[in-house]
C-alpha cells in the first residue's frame, strides 16, 4: 500500500531499515576516521591524547550491535539480506560478465535482476564477512591484547587493518553506485522510482506485482 | 654502520648522574624519564653478587616495537631504535611487545630512550655516557663495543666467575651490549627474548602505502567515472522515458497497465 505522495513510486527500505543502515554507515566512518589516527603517522596527533580511541571504541560498540539492532528492529528485513546475498542465479552469472556496462551506467541490456542486483549481492555478503572478520580481530585487539605475543599482536592488527581496506574499498563502489544509479533515496526517504526499478530490478517489479495480484503481504 | 652502548654492571655505581644528564641534555618534562635503575642482585648475604641494571631500551635489531608499531614511530637507523613521537598515536602496542618492558605511555604518546637522536645526528655522544663518573657507560661502533665488552669479561673472570656478555645475539643482537656479573636469569633479564619475524614488519611498509594510495586511486577514479556513468545512466533513462511516451501516443504500451 503505497500512499498517495509516493505515486509511481515503491517502498524499497522500510523506516526501521533505513534507521540501521545509518547506524551502520555513521559507526563505520568514524571508526575509518579515528581507526586511520592509529595507524597513520600524520593524522596520529588526533589519537595521541585519547579522546580518539574512547571514540573508536564508542563507534564499535554501535557497529557490533548492527546486526543485533536489525534482527531487533526488522526480522525479515535482516533474513532477506542475510539470505539474498549469499544466492546467486544464472543471471547474476551473466550480470557479472556485462558489469563494466553497467558501472558505466548503461542497463537496458543487463539481465533482470532481483530485489539486490548481483553487485549488491556481492557488495552485501562482502560486507558481512569483512565485518565479521573486523569484529572479532578487533575484540582482540580490545580485550585480550596482554594474552597475545609480538608476533600475534602484529598479525591480528594486520588482518584487522586489511578487513577495513577492504571495507572501504566496497563502499568506494558502494557509493559510487549509489551517486550512479541515483539510489540515495532508498535511503533517505524509502521509496524509488517504479520505471527506474523495472529497467534495474525487473524480477522483483515482477515478483511484488504478483504478490499485490495474489494478495499476499509485501 | 651499527651503533651500540656499552653497559657494564660491574662497573655502575647507581648514582643516577646518567639519569639526571638524560633529563636535562634532552629536556625532557618532569613525567618523562628513559633510564630507571634498577638494583639487580643473586645469592646470599656473604656471596652477593650483583649491581645496577640501567634500564632504559635495549636497542634490539629485531626489534618487536618497530615490528607491531603500526604508524611508522619506532624505527631502526644505525642499529639503534628511534622514536619520532610526533608520530605516535598512542596505541600502546610497542608497550605490550617490548619483552624489556622498556615503552611507556607519557601524555597519551609513547616514551623511551631514542640514543639521544639530536645530539649523536649532530656529532655529539649520548648524555648518559659522556657523564658516567665511572666508566660504566661508553658508546660507539657495535664492533669495537663489543670487543671492549669481551676484554673488560676477561678481565673481571677472577672476581665473578659467572661473569659474560649479553647482548651480542639476544634479539637478532642489541643495540645495547652488557656486562653481567651473573646468569641473566638470576639477575632477572631475559635469557633469550622470542623473536619477531620481520616479515611482519616488512609487510607492514609495503602493504600500508599500496592500501593509501589503491584507496586513493580508487576514490578518484571512482569519482571520474562516476561523472561519465551518471550522465550515460540519465541518457538511458531520458531516451526510456520517450520511448513510453512515443507507446502511450501509440496507444499501447504492454506491461504499464496498472500504474496508469
Ligand atoms: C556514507 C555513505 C553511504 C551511502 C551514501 C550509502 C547508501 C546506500 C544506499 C542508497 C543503499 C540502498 C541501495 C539499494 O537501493 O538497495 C544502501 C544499502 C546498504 N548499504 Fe550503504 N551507504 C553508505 C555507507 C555504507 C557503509 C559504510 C556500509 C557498511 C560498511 C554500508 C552497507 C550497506 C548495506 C549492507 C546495504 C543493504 C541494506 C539492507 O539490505 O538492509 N553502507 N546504502
Ligand atoms: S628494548 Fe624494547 S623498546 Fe627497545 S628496541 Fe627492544 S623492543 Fe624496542
Ligand atoms: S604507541 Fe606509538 S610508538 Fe608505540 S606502537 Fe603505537 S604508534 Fe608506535
Ligand atoms: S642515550 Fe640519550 S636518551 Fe638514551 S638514556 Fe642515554 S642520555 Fe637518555
Redesign the interface.
Known sequence: MSGHDHEGEILRYRTRQRIVHAVMASSFLILLITGLALVWGPLAFIAAGGWSRYLHRIAAVGFISVPFLYILLDRAGAREVLVESFQYDHDDVVWFKKMYRYALGRTSDMPPQGRLNAGQKLHHSAVIIFSAVIVATGIVLWGFKSSLSPTMLAWTAMIHDLSMLALTLLLVGHVFFTYVYKAWSSMATGYVPEDEMKLEHGKWVEELEHQVATGSES | MASAFLLDMTRCIGCEACVLACKAGNELPVEMQYIELIERTSGTFPNLVGGFENHRCYHCTDA?CV??C????LFKEDGLTRL?R????????CV??C?YGVPKMV???SSKCDACASNVGAGGSPWCVTTCPAQALQFGDREKILAEAKSRVAALKDRYPKVQVYGETQAGGLGLVLVLPDDPETLDIPADP?L??VT??V??HI??PV??G??AL??VG?GV??V???????A??KE??EQ?KAGVAAGGSE??E??R
Not at chain 2, 86 to 93: P, W
Request: hydrophobic share 40%.
Open positions: 618487536a615490528a607491531v603500526p604508524t611508522g614511530a619520532d610526533d608520530a605516535c598515536s598512542g596505541c600502546g602496542y605490550q611487545a619483552p601524555g597519551g604518546r622470542p619477531v619475524p611482519v614488519d609487510w607492514k602493504v600500508q592500501s593509501m589503491a584507496t580508487a576514490a571512482a567515472l562516476g561519465i556513468a551518471r550522465r550515460n545512466h540519465l538511458e533513462l526510456l522515458e513510453e506491461s504499464t496498472e500504474e
